[in-house]
């Protein structure tokens, strides 16, 4: 991965979704202060004061850089579609870096322990909290280390309908995880050399047998960091952004989201077939 330098410029200048309705929007942010195991943690919470009533929350998770502009512009753009969303801090302090070896060094800590879940499901029970927020519909999305975090989330068995996965690490559930409530959408580079196919192929099988509800959503030519305009446009070094891809995926994650916060919406949109399509008649008998 490349430095976050200028993500926010970057983003608003070219990943913003609906900057139009970002601009008019009320949306209102606070810092949210939270504990883990005893260690104090800064959370971004985003939302639309002008919206009325409870409404459906969106955990964000940040990649390896720690809670820096990328994971808060996307929460603001959540909350100007009327969500609540809450940015993660999955390192403590509210901390960020710009140096890919201590973002590594940071998310070693982190990945591959017990910490992963642990911080994760605060963050996600930290959300449920907040003022605003129907804690009967959340769903939760990560970016690289939070794509992998998210889908952590989900195999706890913690009571989110549903979790996007964009080009985060495709690690299977553990033997134990049986009890995944969530639907998973993974949204992939297809050509990303840090989740290669034998990756993906394992992560298919591991959900299969945990009895998950899953799709994954492959980009072609997309490398990993795809949705990140700061990971430079480069992809024969593995990380990079591609706009395509970038668009796509946030489009695929809105339809997930009807599916899971807006029934008449989504029967609207992809009504059942066999519903709706009537049997070919049968010829007259003689």
């Known amino acids: 991965m490349r430095s976050s330098s200028g993500v926010m410029a970057a983003l608003v200048a070219v990943c913003m979704v609906g900057a139009a309705g970002v601009a008019t929007a009320a949306v209102q942010t606070k810092t949210v202060r939270y504990t883990v195991g005893g260690e104090a943690f800064e959370g971004y919470l985003a939302w639309d004061d002008a919206a009325r009533g409870a409404r459906p929350a969106v955990l964000v998770v940040h990649e390896w850089w720690g809670l820096n ?12 579609m009327g969500y609540v969303a809450f940015a993660a801090d999955m390192y403590g302090g509210g901390k960020t870096t710009s140096d890919p070896k201590e973002a590594g060094a940071w998310a070693g800590q982190v990945r591959g322990t017990p910490k992963l879940r642990e911080r994760v499901t605060a963050a996600f029970e930290a959300m449920k909290k907040q003022p605003g927020v129907d804690a009967a519909r959340t769903a939760a999305i990560g970016f690289c280390f939070g794509g992998t975090a998210v889908l952590e989330l989900a195999y706890g068995g913690a009571d989110v ?10 690690t299977p559930p553990g033997k134990g ?12 580079g297809a050509e990303d ?10 992560w298919e ?8 509800d899953w799709q994954l959503i492959a980009y072609a030519g997309a490398v990993h960091t795809f949705t990140n305009p700061a990971a430079g446009r480069d992809a024969a070094s593995g990380s990079a952004y591609q706009e395509k891809a970038a668009r796509r995926s946030w489009a695929h994650m809105q339809t997930f989201f009807t599916e899971l916060f807006q029934p008449e919406a989504w029967d609207r949109l992809s009504p059942d077939p066999a519903a709706t399509l009537a049997p070919a008649a049968k010829p007259a008998s003689r």
Request: charged share 20%; glycine share 10%; hydrophobic share 45%.
């Open 193 to 202: 050399p840090h989740v290669p196919p034998d990756a993906v192929k394992a």
């Open 69 to 80: 502009d990328y994971a808060k512009v996307r929460a603001r753009q959540l909350a100007a």
């Open 161 to 170: 309908d549903g979790v996007v996965s964009f080009h985060g690490g495709l």
């Open 205 to 212: 099988q591991g959900l299969d047998a945990a009895g998950a």
């Open 177 to 188: 995880d049986r009890n995944i409530r969530a639907s998973i959408l993974a949204l992939h």
